[in-house]
């Protein structure tokens, strides 16, 4: 039996609420990797990055920006201070909006400084976690500078891939750099994002040094936020740029939220001040300037709440969290939530849209801000949809120990995209997941 994606979340989501980690019992013990938590650098231990908004760069200026081809590069330039053995660019191209109309996206290009093998370098595109959605905020600003919201995600993601000899572009998505539409868990915008971060890249130009990239070595990566959105552009990725042949993606933790009306207004109900203050606000306001159709901030956020939305156009990471935790969840939100929200939400999320690429997903289940039953409800919606999964969790780690272990522990992340790329069968465990479907897993998981 194959389940319908709203009825596989809505079973799973539920089991989890009520049983907790009952939902785990029934993975193969080859996906649950029983290694004590890595210790985290400190100066990139926060979860949702760092809060230093470094000021704008005219680079960032649209003012001369003419409407072009998704995927065009507009222009670009070096990022000077970074690792020995490594070049980086900021980079402007075109994408563009859920309607269809051009908009300018700005994101980093990271290449391996040496002689390029064989064929190119594979190249790899980024989507990074939550650190706001201001336009001081994204991975290009500041990459080589402590405690900025580009630090703290190219410290512990994008400078190990580029070490292990891939190219990396890592878009800021959309609003986050140039001006433009706030994209904050909205898959369709953040798949156009990251996809065309990859055609601006993928074919050698002057404005980036002349890098060869292998086109039958491409890949994509995410964590959190990130990661639903590493999910979103492999979905979107067969229709909006077929010519991008996607050898595979790594979702790490994926920020997904469930469309249930049930699910959303016990978040809503939180009488106490968390980190999800931030992640509320953030929703709102991308949704409400993406989804009009649906919803509004009037019909999402109580006055409270939208008393703290002009914060989010100035502060990032930390410093944004820290800003708006003062009031209880409760306050911020109308209840029950707005049903147009869930409907949009529904859109949104990826997950009803079979993957013509292999996945690999990784979850830390001391994880408290990607709760690990939510993953695990998306991991069944994706093998009942048939995907080829192979699902990998960390009994003692929490959101940041996660970037490390995947890279650094076996079953690594590396190890298995550099094995997509050399033609070898994908692992899928999905036939030992609970609800999962009845196919045969091939390879480990079993």
């Known amino acids: 039996m194959v389940l319908s994606r709203g009825a596989a979340i809505a079973v799973s989501v539920g089991a989890a609420l009520a049983s907790g980690v009952v939902l785990f019992a029934t993975a193969a013990p080859s996906s649950l990797v029983n290694s004590p938590a890595y210790e985290v650098p400190a100066q990139v231990t926060s979860e949702v990055g760092g809060g230093v908004a470094v000021p704008l760069a005219p680079f960032y200026d649209v003012t001369s920006w003419q409407p072009g081809a998704p995927g065009t590069l507009v222009k670009a330039e070096p990022v000077d201070g970074g690792p020995d053995g490594m070049k980086l660019y900021r980079i402007m191209y075109q994408s563009t909006d859920l309607q269809g109309?051009?908009?300018?996206?700005?994101?980093?290009?990271?290449?391996?400084?040496?002689?390029?093998?064989?064929?190119?370098?594979?190249?790899?595109?980024?989507?990074?976690?939550?650190?706001?959605?201001?336009?001081?905020?994204?991975?290009?600003?500041?990459?080589?500078?402590?405690?900025?919201?580009?630090?703290?995600?190219?410290?512990?993601?994008?400078?190990?891939?580029?070490?292990?000899?891939?190219?990396?572009?890592?878009?800021?998505?959309?609003?986050?750099?140039?001006?433009?539409?706030?994209?904050?868990?909205?898959?369709?915008?953040?798949?156009?994002?990251?996809?065309?971060?990859?055609?601006?890249?993928?074919?050698?130009?002057?404005?980036?040094?002349?890098?060869?990239?292998?086109?039958?070595?491409?890949?994509?990566?995410?964590?959190?936020?990130?990661?639903?959105?590493?999910?979103?552009?492999?979905?979107?990725?067969?229709?909006?740029?077929?010519?991008?042949?996607?050898?595979?993606?790594?979702?790490?933790?994926?920020?997904?939220?469930?469309?249930?009306?049930?699910?959303?207004?016990?978040?809503?109900?939180?009488?106490?001040?968390?980190?999800?203050?931030?992640?509320v606000l953030l929703i709102a306001k991308s949704f409400a300037a993406n989804y009009p159709q649906y919803t509004s901030l009037d019909a999402i956020l109580s006055d409270q709440g939208k008393a703290k939305l002009a914060v989010l156009d100035s502060a990032c990471g930390g410093d944004l969290a820290q800003q708006v935790v003062d009031v209880p969840l409760s306050k911020l939100l109308k209840q029950p939530v707005d049903s147009g929200l869930v409907t949009a939400l529904g859109e949104a999320m990826p997950g009803s849209v079979p993957l013509e690429s292999p996945v690999m997903v990784v979850q830390g289940l001391k994880d408290k801000t990607i709760l690990p039953q939510f993953t695990h409800a998306e991991l069944m919606s994706r093998c009942a949809l048939g995907d080829t999964v192979y699902y990998v969790r960390y009994p003692y780690d929490d959101h940041p120990s996660l970037n490390y272990q995947a890279r650094l522990h076996q079953p690594s992340v590396i190890d298995w995209m550099n094995a997509r790329w050399a033609g070898e069968p994908a692992p899928d465990n999905c036939a030992n997941q609970l609800l999962g479907t009845a196919k045969l897993a091939s390879g480990v998981g079993q």
Not at 248 to 272: C, E, H, I, K, R
């Open 101 to 279: 109309n051009a908009i300018p996206v700005t994101g980093l290009f990271a290449v391996p400084g040496g002689e390029p093998p064989p064929g190119g370098f594979p190249l790899v595109g980024f989507a990074h976690g939550t650190t706001g959605v201001g336009q001081a905020c994204g991975m290009s600003q500041s990459p080589t500078t402590p405690n900025t919201p580009s630090y703290s995600n190219f410290v512990p993601h994008i400078q190990p891939l580029v070490q292990e000899g891939w190219a990396v572009v890592a878009t800021d998505y959309a609003g986050m750099g140039a001006p433009g539409p706030s994209s904050y868990l909205v898959g369709p915008l953040e798949a156009r994002g990251v996809l065309d971060s990859m055609r601006a890249t993928a074919a050698p130009s002057a404005l980036t040094g002349s890098v060869p990239i292998n086109q039958a070595k491409l890949g994509i990566y995410g964590k959190s936020q990130g990661g639903e959105a590493a999910l979103s552009a492999m979905e979107l990725a067969p229709t909006y740029a077929p010519e991008l042949d996607i050898g595979g993606g790594v979702a790490l933790a994926p920020g997904l939220t469930p469309a249930l009306q049930g699910v959303l207004d016990a978040v809503a109900s939180n009488p106490t001040s968390t980190s999800q203050n931030m992640f």
